[in-house]
């Protein structure tokens, strides 16, 4: 019995199938050609799409803090099972269900406003719901909470990084050095009344 030849999909045709989707939300940037985004303040939330060794694609949707240290994510969302994975064959005729599902799901709301506060909120429910303790969104969280002037909630979560670190069991990674730092100059900058130009100054551009 011979083997299924299944072709993974190509950048060519993720682009193609992306600009379905590019026309149906005019007003977001495009980023590294089948990425969507839009940004408000320290915040950018972003649509990715996702070629697969499958012959399928997969969109997910991820909130960046550009206040924090480099590639802190929060709200990492991927669609129900679904419309997880889109195949090649099935993108015409389902393309138009999948932004309806994004629209449904991905948090915060893509056809809403992005709003700095509704982030916030959103981040510290997602920690309570799905029991998420990482150095990543304690320091988004941090520098959040920090930007809206919460500057107790935000000193929570910077001893919170520094206890995560603690308890690693082993030489912190260079990145989590980063992190380290990061809290320690923003619980500086907290106590001497300048976390707000703090993170102005290290905010990344969009």
Not at 23 to 46: E, I, Y
Request: aromatic share 8%; glycine share 4%; net charge positive.
């Amino acid at each position: 019995m011979s083997s299924i030849n299944i072709k993974p999909l190509t950048k060519m045709e993720l682009r193609e199938f992306f600009a379905n989707y590019r026309s149906a939300f005019p007003d977001w940037q495009v980023k590294h050609d089948v990425t969507l985004a839009r940004a408000n303040g320290p915040v950018k939330q972003s649509i990715c799409f996702q070629a697969l060794k499958s012959g399928a694609y997969r969109p997910s949707c991820s909130i960046e803090i550009l206040c924090a240290p480099p590639s802190t994510r929060i709200l990492g969302n991927w669609l129900d099972i679904k419309h997880q994975q889109i195949d090649r064959r099935e993108h015409a005729e389902k393309w138009p269900r999948v932004v309806t599902a994004m629209e449904k799901q991905f948090q915060p709301a893509i056809r809403s406003q992005l709003n700095v506060i509704d982030v916030l909120r959103l981040g510290e429910e997602e920690i309570k719901v799905k029991q998420i303790d990482n150095i990543n969104n304690s320091s988004g969280l941090a520098a959040l909470n920090a930007y809206v002037d919460n500057t107790a909630r935000a000193s929570f979560w910077c001893d919170r990084i520094e206890e995560q670190l603690k308890t690693r069991g082993r030489e912190p990674a260079d990145w989590e050095i980063l992190h380290a730092h990061f809290a320690l100059q923003l619980r500086h900058a907290i106590q001497n009344g300048m976390h707000r130009t703090y993170l102005s100054e290290n905010t990344r551009i969009a």
